[in-house]
Nanobody, 124 residues
Framework: QVQLVESGGGLVQAGGWLRLSCAASGGTFSSYAMGWFRQSPGKERELVAAINWSAGRTYYEDSVKGRFTISRDNAKKTVSLQMNSLKPEDTAVYYC?????????????????WGQGTQVTVSS
């Protein structure tokens, strides 16, 4: 069974930065695509960024392009999301997710394993 544990969330002022990390245990992390999703109250869960198994491909949602960077370390079984120039609209619970086939998918339904989430709050 794969377990994903997020860390790094918190409260930050607009314009600030946070770095989220997700540590995996179990399974074969190096073969999974990984994604960071977020969900705010009353909204659907949306994919923010994703990275394929080899880190050769990445995906970013339009509103975070140029501000967020996803990366992974297969040896350490971690995936990170560096979030710069944060805005109040980035406020949400952020979830780490793993997709077993290794290819980037934009639908949450394609992801097989999920973390518990970490709260990110950006104050104006």
């Amino acid at each position: 069974q794969v377990q994903l544990v997020e860390s790094g969330g918190g409260l930050v002022q607009a314009g600030g930065w946070l770095r989220l990390s997700c540590a995996a245990s179990g399974g074969t992390f190096s073969s999974y695509a990984m994604g960071w999703f977020r969900q705010s109250p009353g909204k659907e869960r949306e994919l923010v960024a994703a990275i394929n198994w080899s880190a050769g491909r990445t995906y970013y949602e339009d509103s975070v392009k140029g501000r967020f960077t996803i990366s992974r370390d297969n040896a350490k079984k971690t995936v990170s999301l560096q979030m710069n120039s944060l805005k109040p609209e980035d406020t949400a619970v952020y979830y780490c997710a793993a997709e077993r086939r290794g290819a980037i998918a934009t639908s949450s339904h394609a992801y097989d394993y999920w973390g518990q989430g970490t709260q990110v709050t950006v104050s104006s």
